[in-house]
């Protein structure tokens, strides 16, 4: 088999999943409650575009994070918890194969998901009558919003090799909820651009990283790849 074989399995495998429908079903309640919220907390009148935007992605920020986790690790979980993953080791393909075309699979997944989360904002604003719109300012959003998006998808990583230490997927699921919390005490004290966790939301706010940061989240990021193959390599799977 081919990397492209692999991947197209994979891609089946997914899709014909109820798991992969119900995370867009779930994750499109998140823009329109938060939305909503922002609505219903500011006066309307003074509320734009800009304004909604910039307070609405803040907000996703940390169910991305939970979105991103939970994807990367079910899809490495599930192999263990359906018990599946003799029938995978059994194909004529190589360990490194199998977690290259998940890896793929999960970037892919997450990618699709974050587009359609900001499409889901785009759609309560609309329907709200926003003023201000702005097709410059709506892209480079777009645009920002979606570096920052494959930020966080490089620092689920870890939660990714935790999913095969721990031969399933509620381990990296609990991690992530507490780091989300301390990601918050985190920013309060100012850590934020020292934090893996937090530094693609200080991106979202600014723009820009600066060079600590960015080798602190591309070793994060590193560290949960290479995990992963070397535990594929060397761990003994049952």
């Known amino acids: 088999m081919n990397m492209f074989s692999i991947l197209h399995c994979e891609l089946r495998k997914i899709i014909r999943a109820n798991v992969f429908w119900l995370v867009f079903l779930v994750f499109a309640f998140g823009p329109i409650m938060m939305g909503a919220g922002i609505i219903l907390s500011s006066n309307t009148g003074d509320l734009n575009w800009q304004i909604y935007l910039t307070e609405l992605l803040n907000n996703l920020a940390a169910l991305g994070l939970i979105g991103y986790t939970f994807i990367a690790a079910w899809v490495f979980g599930r192999e263990f918890t ?95 909820l507490v780091i989300v919390i301390f990601s918050s ?16 939301s200080v991106f979202l706010s600014t723009g820009f990283l600066n060079l600590n940061s960015i080798i602190i989240l591309a070793s994060t990021g590193l560290a949960g790849i290479v995990g992963t193959f070397a535990w594929w390599r060397f761990a003994e799977l049952q």
């Open 185 to 200: 005490v985190m920013a309060s004290l100012g850590f934020a651009p020292y934090f893996p966790w937090t530094i693609p």
């Open 82 to 176: 359906d018990r599946t993953i003799k029938d995978l080791l059994a194909k004529p393909i190589s360990r490194s194969q199998i977690v290259m075309s998940k890896m793929l699979i999960i970037l892919v997944w997450n990618v699709l998901l974050s587009m359609y989360m900001f499409a889901i904002g785009l759609a309560v604003g609309s329907v709200l009558g926003l003023t201000g719109w702005s097709g410059d300012f709506i892209l480079n959003t777009f645009f920002r919003f979606v570096i920052t998006s494959l930020l966080f998808i490089a620092v689920t990583t870890p939660g990714t090799l935790l999913a095969n230490i721990s031969k399933g997927y509620l381990a990296p699921l609990g991690l992530i």
